[in-house]
């Protein structure tokens, strides 16, 4: 069970309540998220400014609104259906599969995983040990929030970029491996920068600089993967819709 800390706990706890604003459209705040979403793009810092004024006004550091988990979900429902016709995909079953695949596991159930590890890390070894103010801890729906944040322009790069490249990017040859493999690089690059700076936001951590350190791993796996020839597109898209 994911740890919630004690601040959420009201009105039956916080996560039932967040849950419930997430099925009930007039709860949402959207066009919020849809702000933070066109920002992170731009100047992700501002984002984080944003989350320091949500701190001093609700004092909690994670959003209370689910409106940018929710727009993540329909986004990657949308490009679910857009990949399913471009590869002619008339099972419905198949449809399932790559919809479960998208939302359960490659945005919610590798979010959890990858937001729970940062959140150990983080309240482990990061936090500033001082003995005259009140001790303060990462909230874990924070860091998955700092997943949301990250996922999305990863989602605009292969995803959405992605589609739009696919005549390009299944071609074969190595200059297809070069433009698949570095837009990988770019958007997981990114999603750790942007991982980074959520940490970073937070007032009682230091050394967030060790999450852009697995950035010096993908670059060792990109330059092997061009040294072999392997096409990250080709591989990705075999592991939804097989060869």
């Known amino acids: 069970m994911l740890p919630t800390p004690g601040l959420y706990r009201h009105r039956g706890g916080f996560i039932p309540d967040y849950l419930r604003r997430a099925i009930k459209y007039s709860q949402m705040d959207l066009e919020n998220a849809s702000w933070q979403m066109v920002t992170l793009c731009i100047d992700p810092k501002r984002v984080y400014k944003h989350t320091c004024f949500h701190k001093q006004t609700k004092n909690q550091w994670a959003r209370d609104d689910p409106g940018f988990t929710v727009l993540c979900i329909f986004f990657l429902l949308v490009a679910a259906v857009a990949y399913t016709i471009a590869f002619r995909v008339t099972n419905p079953g198949a449809f399932i599969r790559l919809v479960l695949g998208a939302v359960c596991f490659d945005f919610l159930f590798v979010g959890a995983l990858l937001a729970t590890l940062t959140w150990a890390v983080a309240n ?89 350190y697995p950035v010096a791993l993908l670059l060792v796996g990109y330059i092997f993967s061009l040294i072999f020839n392997i096409n990250c597109t080709v591989f990705a898209l075999g592991l939804y819709f097989g060869s």
């Open 124 to 212: 482990k070894y990061l936090r500033v040990r001082t003995l005259h103010s009140v001790e303060q801890k990462v909230e874990w729906l924070y860091a998955f929030d700092i997943h949301c944040n990250a996922f999305f322009p990863l989602f605009l790069m292969l995803y959405v970029l992605q589609f739009f490249l696919l005549p390009i990017l299944l071609k074969g040859g190595f200059f297809a491996t070069l433009v698949s493999n570095s837009l990988f690089l770019l958007a997981f690059g990114y999603y750790h920068y942007i991982t980074f700076l959520g940490y970073q936001a937070l007032p009682f951590l230091e050394n967030s600089v060790y999450f852009l």
